[in-house]
């Protein structure tokens, strides 16, 4: 929790999979193999013994794993 809290901003850094990454191995996990967009976390996240939870409990520190979406307001 101390590396999500550190890495947390108040607005989007457009950065997902670079945060979830921190906050894992600031947690000790070894993350080699991960995908490299935060959306497709899922499959690789059960692959090293996460468990999806029903989403009317969600605890501190969970994880949730959005389908990818562009951002409106930049230029792609």
Sequence with gaps: M????ANAGTT???ACAKYVRLALEGGGMNTNGRPNS????????????FNVV??????????????????PTFNY
Excluded: M, Q, R
Aim: charged share 20%.
């Design 12 to 14: 989007s850094k457009w």
């Design 2 to 5: 101390s590396t999500l809290n």
């Design 38 to 49: 935060a959306c497709d976390y899922g499959p690789f996240l059960i692959s090293k013994g």
């Design 54 to 71: 029903n989403t009317d409990n969600y605890k501190s520190g969970d994880i949730a794993v959005f389908d990818a979406f562009k951002n």
